[in-house]
C-alpha cells in the first residue's frame, strides 16, 4: 500500500563541499534532464551545471554564487524529485523554502522544465547583479528545541535597533529559527545587539541578500519586466506557498499565482513554519520528503513537528528516536534514507 507523501524543497546554501558531484553519483541515467538546464544555461552565457557539479574542487565563490547556485539546487532537487517511488509515494502536495518556492512550482507543473529553469536562473542572475543587504540566522528555541521567550524578545529587540540604524526585517519564519535580513548598517546593528547563544549564533549567511524584504522591490520589478504571465499555469498536484496558502489544478488563478511569485514572495517575509504546518494539517502525510542536494533542512522541519506535537513529537530528542525507528522525514541528501525513497 502507498504512502502519502508531502514533498519539501530546500532553498539556497544546500549545495556545499560534500554535495559536489551529487548529479554524477545520483543522476547519470537523467541526462536529458541536466541537457536542457545547460543548453538554457550556456544560451545565457553561464557555466553549465554539469561542469559545476564535475569540478575537481569546491569552490564557494563560484558554486555559492547566486548566478550558479540557485540553477544548481534546483537541478539537483527537481533530479531527486523525478526518483520518487511512484510505487511506494503518493505524492499528496509539494512545498519548500525560498528558492524551494520556484522548484515547487516546476516539480507541480506550474512551470515547465523550460520555464521553471529559465525563472530560477533568471532570478539567480537579478540576485547576482542588483541583490542588496544580507541574512543572519538566530534560534528562537532551545538546544532541545523548546521556544525561548528570552530569544524571541531578543529578536524583537534586535530588529528594533536595526530599524533604527539602516533597515531590518525577519525575512524568513524556519521552524525553530529567525532569518533576519537587512541592508549594511541595519544587518551590522541586529548582529550587535543580539547576545550570543550555543557558540555560533548570531550566524551570518554568507553570499546572501535581503530576501524575502522590502529591499528587495526592485529585483521584484525587474522580474515583472523579464518574465512574463504566460511562463505559468495550473499545478498538476497542490502547492502551498510562503504564507500557507493552498494552491489546486481546481481553484488556481494563474495570474494571482504569478503575482504572488513575483511580489509577494520576493518582497515580503516567507513563512517556511507555516507552510509545513499547513501541509501536516491539512494533508495529514505518512512521510515528509526532503529532496536534495544536502540535508539541512531537516532541524527546521523537525522543529515545526516538535512545535505542533505532530504524532507525539514534542522536542529534539523525541524527534531523534523517531527518526531511529519509523522515520517520518526521509531526506534524500542522506544515503541511508534516499535507498528507502527512490
Known amino acids: 500500500m502507498k504512502k502519502s507523501a508531502v514533498v519539501i524543497f530546500p532553498g539556497r546554501g544546500t549545495y556545499g563541499k560534500s554535495e559536489l558531484g551529487y548529479l554524477a553519483r545520483h543522476h547519470s541515467d537523467v541526462a536529458a534532464f541536466i541537457t536542457g538546464v545547460d543548453a538554457w544555461r550556456q544560451s545565457q552565457g553561464r557555466i553549465a551545471i554539469s ?59 506550474a512551470l515547465d522544465p523550460q520555464n521553471a529553469i529559465r525563472l530560477v536562473d533568471t532570478m539567480g542572475a537579478l540576485m547576482e547583479e542588483e541583490g542588496v543587504g544580507g541574512q543572519l540566522v538566530y534560534p528562537l528555541t532551545d ?48 548582529e550587535a545587539a543580539l547576545p550570543p547563544v550555543e557558540d555560533r549564533y548570531p550566524f551570518r549567511l554568507a553570499r546572501h541578500a535581503a530576501f524575502h524584504t522590502p529591499l528587495l522591490k526592485h529585483i521584484s520589478e525587474k522580474a515583472f519586466q523579464t518574465l512574463g504571465r504566460d511562463l505559468f499555469t495550473s499545478p498538476n498536484t497542490p502547492i502551498i506557498d510562503g504564507r500557507g496558502a493552498i494552491w489546486t489544478s481546481n481553484t488556481c488563478d494563474v495570474d494571482a499565482l504569478y503575482q504572488y511569485t513575483l511580489g509577494h514572495q520576493i518582497t515580503e517575509t516567507y513563512d517556511f513554519s507555516k507552510s509545513i504546518e499547513v501541509a501536516l494539517k491539512e494533508f495529514a502525510p505518512d512521510v515528509l520528503i526532503l529532496p536534495g542536494p544536502g540535508s539541512t533542512l531537516g532541524a527546521p522541519i523537525g522543529q515545526v513537528l516538535s512545535e505542533h506535537r505532530w504524532q507525539g513529537i514534542a522536542s529534539k530528542q523525541d524527534f531523534q528516536a523517531r527518526q531511529k525507528t519509523d522515520p517520518l522525514l526521509l531526506a534524500m541528501g542522506r544515503d541511508d534514507q534516499r535507498a528507502v525513497v527512490v
Do not use: Q
Open 143 to 190: 538546544e532541545n528545541w523548546k521556544p525561548s521567550e528570552e530569544r524571541r524578545a531578543a529578536v524583537e529587540a534586535a530588529l528594533a535597533s536595526g530599524s533604527k540604524a539602516g533597515a531590518a526585517f525577519l525575512s524568513i519564519k524556519l521552524g525553530g529559527m529567525a532569518v533576519l535580513a537587512g541592508d549594511d548598517a541595519g544587518l551590522s546593528a541586529v
Open 51 to 109: 561542469e559545476l557539479d564535475g569540478a575537481k574542487t569546491y569552490s564557494a565563490a563560484k558554486h555559492a554564487s547566486s548566478i550558479n547556485a540557485s540553477a544548481l539546487i534546483y537541478t539537483c532537487a527537481l533530479a531527486d524529485f523525478s526518483k520518487i517511488s511512484a510505487e511506494k509515494y503518493e505524492i499528496s502536495a509539494i512545498c519548500g523554502n525560498s528558492l524551494g518556492w520556484y522548484l515547487t512550482l516546476g516539480a507541480a507543473g
